[in-house]
């Protein structure tokens, strides 16, 4: 689920970058939690979702959104958190199916 909602995230930046160029405060992204339910809104900078994509097997997720068998969070702030995948099978796919490899 992280990995689809990253690639749709992806997607979603390329297309508003070419209607609206890259000037903007903040892009809304949808939340890269692993609930298969979850469409949450998280509003990041530019910046700041690219520091979270430099690494495959780092997500942007809404607040309080972590699964703690899976996930540990690393940063956080009023708007989303930033979590990392345990090693082993999901650090494993989130690297292998990372857009941006």
Not at 69 to 96: C, M, P, Q, Y
Request: glycine share 2%.
């Amino acid at each position: 689920n992280q990995t689809e909602f990253r690639e749709m995230n992806e997607w979603t930046e390329e297309a508003t970058d070419a209607r609206l160029g890259i000037d903007r405060p903040f892009d809304t992204y949808i939340c890269e939690c692993s609930d298969p339910r979850c469409t949450d809104p998280i509003s990041l900078t530019r910046q700041e979702y690219e520091s979270v994509r430099a690494v495959p097997v780092r997500f942007a997720i809404a607040l309080d959104h972590e699964n703690p068998e899976i996930d540990r969070v690393l940063f956080e702030n009023r708007r989303f958190a930033t979590v990392e995948k345990f090693f082993g099978a999901g650090a494993r796919i989130a690297r292998s199916s990372d857009p941006r490899r």
